[in-house]
T-cell receptor
Framework: NAGVTQTPKFQVLKTGQSMTLQCAQDMNHEYMSWYRQDPGMGLRLIHYSVGAGITDQGEVPNGYNVSRSTTEDFPLRLLSAAPSQTSVYFC???????????????FGPGTRLTVT | DAKTTQPPSMDCAEGRAANLPCNHSTISGNEYVYWYRQIHSQGPQYIIHGLKNNETNEMASLIITEDRKSSTLILPHATLRDTAVYYCIVRPSLYNTDKLIFGTGTRLQVFP
């Protein structure tokens, strides 16, 4: 299994440009989510999905769109990039393991985005 | 809002036990305590979780107070590779939606 993959690893955008951050998982997990992490800060939830066709907002959704057409993919779209969106973006997939009574979450390696 | 309070940083000598505290005084009866760590800006890594009993796995031990208002993550023999930011998180029962809220964590520095 590749786990959670994210592309690109690095990206530089100019203010006003749009782009899509890709996230894919091959573990057949129902839940997927996007976080951003600013320097010296914890992770903040942007959007999440509890299954194909279902998405919802997290703490900081403004300026971002998501869709979930398949179980495997959960792209994050920046509509009009702003310098405040300079951050590291992490995608995660997760599932509930009733046998272990645990909620198991796996993170991708991150995308480092700079908006100038 | 994060529901937990952690010290911003701690130091630990290599080979000694690292005890990382977490305060979660508003925890609800159905909320679990989870610990993750993040090494050098990689994606966070799950360590351990618990509800009310103490837990141990190959990575760490988790001690939860009887009133569940605080917990301590114990790395029994810290190594340099344990240098990381450690996040204590409370989340609702297993079958809730994916709202895992991270705070700012504790930056643990293990020194030789």
């Amino acid at each position: 299994n590749a786990g959670v993959t994210q592309t690109p690893k690095f990206q530089v955008l100019k203010t006003g440009q749009s782009m899509t951050l890709q996230c894919a998982q091959d573990m057949n997990h129902e839940y997927m989510s996007w976080y951003r992490q600013d320097p010296g800060m914890g992770l903040r939830l942007i959007h999440y999905s509890v299954g194909a066709g279902i998405t919802d907002q997290g703490e900081v959704p403004n300026g971002y769109n998501v869709s979930r057409s398949t179980t495997e993919d959960f792209p994050l779209r920046l509509l009009s990039a702003a310098p405040s969106q300079t951050s590291v973006y992490f995608c995660a997939s997760s599932y509930t393991n009733p046998v272990k009574s645990s909620y198991e979450q796996y993170f991708g390696p991150g995308t480092r985005l700079t908006v100038t | 809002d994060a529901k937990t309070t952690q010290p911003p940083s701690m130091d630990c000598a290599e080979g000694r036990a690292a005890n990382l505290p977490c305060n979660h005084s508003t925890i609800s009866g159905n909320e679990y305590v989870y610990w993750y760590r993040q090494i050098h800006s990689q994606g966070p890594q799950y360590i351990i979780h618990g509800l009310k009993n103490n837990e141990t796995n190959e990575m760490a031990s988790l001690i939860i107070t009887e009133d569940r208002k605080s917990s301590t993550l114990i790395l029994p023999h810290a190594t340099l590779r344990d240098t990381a930011v450690y996040y204590c998180i409370v989340r609702p029962s297993l079958y809730n939606t994916d709202k895992l809220i991270f705070g700012t964590g504790t930056r643990l520095q293990v020194f030789p």
